[in-house]
């Protein structure tokens, strides 16, 4: 079974589209992450929920919505794509938000490749 | 801006051969610091949380070392394998920052039989 599962595992579309990238942990998890990997392979978080409430927000455009329906989901929606926002991006989730070493793990899924064209 | 480095960037070992790199991080405001192994087309493994300074993890021939004082963490690989070449990131958290990982650029590691 794989713990943190993404889909789609890759996505080519055109500008200007909106599409959405889906998440979903079997870990029992209550913290889930957005990163994306930036043209110079560093890994930049986006957002971070916990128990479905929004604890992280990085400088994003607002044009990339997440939306947690329940602690095992945690999607993203992407309005009006730009050129851009070609990447790779990884969902994570973490046994909770920092109450120790091993509630801190993050656990990563395989990662949507993104093309926009 | 925090600012998590990794040195070097890449490096080349010989199968049998030893070797470490680096990750350093702002030595005020620290939490944790985390290691994860990323192989091509996988994701990021966890291999060690460090939080104590002097603290030393080990994981089969994997071993870690921290200083917070001075901001850095040595990855250790004794007798290095081709299943090793992975890309180790270094990823830093600081207080009151929720849960939020800022991530080193990484050091790619080739194990050459």
């Known amino acids: 079974d794989t713990a943190v599962s993404q889909t789609p595992k890759y996505l080519v579309t055109q500008m200007g589209n909106d599409k959405s990238i889906k998440c979903e942990q079997n870990?029992?998890?209550?913290?889930m992450y957005w990163y994306k990997q930036d043209s110079k392979k560093f890994l930049k978080i986006m957002f971070s929920?916990?128990?479905?409430?929004l604890i992280i927000n990085e400088t994003v455009p607002n044009r990339f919505s997440p939306k947690s329906p329940d602690k095992a989901h945690l999607n993203l929606h992407i309005n009006s794509l730009e050129l851009g926002d070609s990447a790779v991006y990884f969902c994570?989730?973490?046994?909770?938000w920092g109450s120790g070493e091993f509630g801190e793990t993050q656990y990563f899924g395989p990662g949507t490749r993104l093309l926009v064209l | 801006i925090l600012n998590v480095e990794q040195s070097p960037q890449s490096l080349h070992v010989q199968e049998g051969d030893s070797t470490n790199f680096t990750c350093s991080f702002p030595s005020s405001n620290f939490y944790a610091l985390h290691w994860y192994r990323w192989e091509t087309a996988k994701s990021p493994e966890a291999l060690f949380v460090m939080t104590l300074n002097g603290d030393e993890k080990k994981k089969g021939r994997i071993s870690a070392t921290l200083n917070t004082k001075e901001g850095y963490s040595y990855l250790y690989i004794k007798g290095s394998q081709p299943e090793d070449s992975a890309t180790y990131l270094c990823a830093f958290k600081g207080w009151a920052a929720g849960n939020k990982l800022t991530f080193g650029g990484g050091t790619r590691v080739l194990v050459k039989p």
């Open positions: 994570a989730s973490s046994q909770d």
């Open positions: 870990l029992g998890h209550d913290t």
């Open positions: 929920y916990n128990n479905k409430e």
